[in-house]
C-alpha cells in the first residue's frame, strides 16, 4: 500500500489503521507485558496480518467460489457459504473427483493459505506444483 | 485459577500424598509454563525436587457432544496411561498425584521433571543438539515400538478398540458439526476412505508422537509428553503422525519430524518390534495426520466461540489452512506416483 498517497486524502485507510494497531502491539505494548500476555500480543499482531490479507485477498477468494458454485452446485441456496455447499456435495459424493474440480480446490487452497499463513513451508512447493495449473 | 488459589490448594492437597516420597512443606516457584493451546501446564518446587502439573481449565462439556477423540483423555486416564508406559524402555516421568474434576484443584496430575529441551526452534536448530538429532529417528523408532507392545487389556475403560471404518465417521461427524466449512478436509476424507489400507491388528497408539511433545537431550530422546490422544490403532498411523509435514516445523527435508530420515525411523522400530513397517503405509498416515491437525484446528475455533479461551486459541482455528493444503498436496504427490 502506498502510504504517500494515502497522505494527500488525509484518510487513514483500514489497512492503515491494522499497521498501526499492530506497531502498537509488537513496539508498545508487548515489552511492557510479561509471559502469557506478551506472547498473545504477539498472537494478536499476527492475526491482524490475517485481517489485512483478507481484506484485500478476500475478493478473489469469492470470485473463485463464484465461478466454481456455478460449475459444481445445481442448486441455489442462500442460507450456506459456497466452500459448505460444496463441503455438502463432496460428503455425499454428488461432486465427481475430475481433474478441474481438484485444481480448483488446489487454486483456493494458495488463496486461503496466502491469507492465513503465507509462509507455511508446504506452500512454496504447492505453489510450485500448482501455479501452472488452469482452472 | 490465579497463581495463589492454586498454591493454597495445592499445598493443602501434597502435603498428605507426598509424605512418603518426597521432601518438602509447601509449593515454592509456580509458574505458567507457555504453550499449549488445550491443557495448562505449570512448574514449580516441592522442597528440592521439580515438578510439573498438568491442569484442563475448561470445563470439556462444551464440546463432549461431539463423537471421536479430538481432546483427547481425561487427565486422570492421561496418567493412567502414562503409568503404564514407565514400566516399558519409553522415557516418560514419574505420576505423584492424580487429582480428578471435583477436586479443588480442578482436573489435573503431578509428575516429575524431566530435563530437557522440548521447545523444537531450540533442538532442531542449535548445533548442540546435532549428535542428539542424528540418534533421535532410530530412537522414536524404538520409543513407538516399545508403546505398541504395551498390553490393550490395561488400558482405562475410555481407551477402547475401534475400527478404521469408526475412524471415519467420527471424522465425518465432526466435519459435520463444525459446519462443513472446509472442501479440502472433506475432499480429504473421501481421499481417504476411498483409498484406506486393509485392516490390520490394532495396537495402543501414543497418539500426539511429533516434534513438540519429545524432550530432548544431549543423548537424543529424553522424554515422551503429552499423552491425551493416545487411542488404538494399526501401528502406521503413529509412524505417519510423526512425519506429517505440519509437524517437521518447516524442514520438510527431513520427513522424520523435520529432523530423520524414513530409514532411521523404520530400523529403530524393527530392531525392537521384529518387523519393518511399510512406507507407503506411513505415507498414508501422514495424509490422515493432516486431517487429524484440521479438526484439531477446528476444535480450537468451536472451543472459542463458544467463550473459552484466548487469542492464541482463536489464532490456531486459522491454521486450519495449513492441514487443508498438507492433504491435497499429499493426494497430489500420491497420484503423481
Known sequence: ?135 | MLPEELTEHLNSSLLPLLADTLEGTAVTDLERLSGGANNETWRLSWGNTPLILRRRPFSAGAVANLEGNILGLSLVDEAQVIQLASKTAVPVPTVYGVFDEHHAIGEAFLMGFIPGESIPQRWLNDANFAHARNKLAYQCGEALAHIHAIDCTNLPSSIGPTTLARRFEAAQTRLHAFGDVSPALQYGLNWLIDHAPAETPHVLLHGDFRTGNLLINDQGLAGVLDWELTHQGPPGEDLGYLCANVWRFGKLEKPVGGFGDYADLIAGYQSVAGWSPDLNSIRYWEIFAALSWGLVCQTMGALWKSGQGDVERAAVARRRSEAELDMLLLIDEWEDR
Open chain 1, 1 to 135: 500500500m502506498n502510504h504517500e498517497d494515502d497522505a494527500a486524502s488525509a484518510e487513514v485507510p483500514v489497512d492503515g489503521l491494522l499497521s498501526a494497531i499492530q506497531s502498537f502491539l509488537i513496539e508498545s505494548a508487548a515489552p511492557h507485558l510479561e509471559g502469557r500476555n506478551r506472547f498473545n500480543a504477539r498472537v494478536a499482531a499476527n492475526a491482524l496480518g490475517i485481517v489485512q490479507r483478507e481484506l484485500s485477498m478476500g475478493p478473489a477468494l469469492r470470485a473463485l467460489d463464484e465461478n466454481a458454485a456455478t460449475q459444481w452446485l445445481s442448486t441455489l441456496e442462500t442460507d450456506a457459504t459456497i466452500a459448505q455447499r460444496l463441503s455438502r456435495a463432496l460428503a455425499k459424493r454428488e461432486i465427481q473427483d475430475d481433474p478441474p474440480f481438484f485444481n480448483y480446490l488446489k487454486q483456493r487452497q494458495l488463496l486461503v493459505t496466502a491469507i492465513n499463513n503465507p509462509k507455511y513451508a508446504s506452500r512454496s512447493i504447492a505453489e510450485a506444483r500448482w501455479s501452472s495449473t488452469v482452472c
